[in-house]
């Protein structure tokens, strides 16, 4: 027996997609499997580790813990939307291969969604918030201080280049 | 790792999602922010046969402030009460507590009705609810009812609300009283993991410092939320000294009935709520205190 199929149509890094979509079928599942952004990893698959973390209408989010056709008519943004648009690596992401925060890989995408959705609020933050902002993603490589300190740098290249 | 099949309806109002309610039964199970229910699903813990989405229905997220209330939609994110100032002024245990629920990601989606009706007996805003005495408004096709925490809260993930009624609102009672402090305090494995014991309190103080009003409560260690009015009153005429900090937490401890699991005994989690009640009754009479 196939299972019902429901149209939904999600704006996913400035591009507008449709598609039909199992209830079941998981944004992350969605965007990987079916939109081949794979930049997005799968971890536990029940909203622990992080790994998922994509940006739904500029907020970051699990998404592990929605189902796809609830981006139905959102704005979705997965680490491949934090390049520039030439592909070049973004301030964020420079600052993470300058400061080696990271060595798997793994969490990196969701590491950079949260960190990134914290420099769109907080320009300036501290360790303590970026420490929480970043408190819901495992990472089993770096001891995190790396991390900490690349979202520090990324913070102080980026206010530069306001001034 | 992944949900059984189930069909999917998003309704557009209230009076639709109570008409699908009432229509399908309890096959159906409302989804708002998901955040435990969609891992429940995905542990096949949890298997609706229609999931009922409710994150379109704009007329369910707003936060209004009345004279002695605020009311707070059922499907108003979790993050968006937390970066209210208004609301951290008039109801300041909210954002204590919300500081706690989760992460931010999960708080961007997780809702305030969602983590009200789900009744996590060791979640945080129901206690917050609980010691409050938040009151909840639960509509149906035919009628809405208003039912206070303490009536609310049955047992382990179970509330009074029937399966054709979805939550529509909550309130949450506001102190008027000048000098008011309030506190949260909570002990889990690791920061945003369910708390092995959790505490809320709030105090208000008159001019000549003594405690004109009380309320404290525990969450981990009950089939719900746990709010203790009868040992509360016994702070009030005090002035919140040590001995009496003490005694109250030591009774509500007492009173309290934790279990045990892989990660705390029924012992550790007993004196963790004796330390943390004690800990937030004198955090929240400091704040109280240096308010002039």
């Keep these: 027996m196939s299972e019902k199929l429901y149209p939904i149509e999600v704006e996913v890094n400035g591009v507008q997609r449709t598609a039909q979509v199992p209830a079941r079928l998981t944004l992350v599942d969605w965007l990987r499997e079916d939109l081949r952004l794979t930049g997005t990893h799968v971890g536990c698959e029940h909203g622990i580790c992080g790994a998922c973390s994509v940006m739904l209408d500029g907020e970051p989010v699990r998404a592990c813990l929605m189902f796809a056709f609830q981006a139905n008519g959102h704005r979705v943004t997965t680490v491949e939307g934090l390049a520039q648009p030439d592909g070049s690596m973004s301030v964020l992401q420079d600052s993470f291969c300058q400061s080696h925060a990271l060595q798997c890989g793994y969490c990196t995408p969701g590491m950079l969604i949260a960190a990134q959705g914290l420099l769109n609020t907080n320009p300036n933050p501290s360790a303590l918030q970026i420490r929480e902002a970043i408190g819901g993603n495992l990472c089993r490589c770096t001891g995190y201080q790396q991390i900490v300190d690349a979202v520090r740098d990324a913070a102080e290249r980026l206010s530069a280049q306001v001034k | ?292």
């Design chain 2, 1 to 292: 790792m992944k949900s059984a099949p189930f069909e999917f309806v998003r309704a557009a109002s209230i009076s639709e999602a109570c008409e699908v309610l009432k229509r399908e039964g309890d096959t159906v199970k409302v989804v708002a922010g998901g955040q435990s229910l969609i891992p429940m699903m995905a542990m096949r813990l949890v298997r609706p046969a229609l999931l009922l989405d409710i994150n379109e229905i704009a007329a369910l997220k707003f936060v209004a402030a009345d004279e002695d209330v605020v009311r707070i939609g059922a499907c108003t994110r979790q993050s968006a009460v937390e970066r209210d100032e208004a609301l951290a002024s008039r109801v300041p245990l909210l954002r204590q507590a919300l500081t706690w629920v989760g992460h931010v990601q999960t708080r961007n989606r997780g809702t305030i009705g969602g983590s009200i009706v789900h009744a996590d007996p060791c979640a945080e805003l129901p206690l917050v609810a609980q010691i409050l005495g938040a009151r909840m408004v639960l509509r149906g096709t035919a009628r809405a009812r208003t039912v206070a925490a303490d009536a609310f809260f049955t047992g382990p993930m179970m509330t009074v609300t029937d399966p054709n009624e979805c939550l529509e609102e909550v309130h949450w009672p506001v102190w008027g009283e000048r000098r008011a402090g309030s506190a949260f305090a909570e002990i889990s494995i690791r920061h945003g993991d369910f708390a092995m014991v959790c505490a809320a309190a709030q105090l208000a103080l008159g001019d000549d410092g003594r405690c004109v009003r009380a309320a404290f409560g525990l969450g981990g260690v009950g089939q719900t939320p746990l709010a203790f009015p009868r040992l509360a009153q016994r702070l009030v005429g005090t002035r919140i000294e040590d001995e009496a900090v003490k005694s109250v937490a030591h009774d509500a401890a007492a009173e309290s009935g934790p279990g045990s699991d892989l990660f705390a005994t029924a012992a550790y989690r007993r004196h963790l709520a004796g330390v943390l009640a004690a800990r937030v009754i004198r955090a929240a009479h400091e704040q109280a205190r240096t308010k002039a």
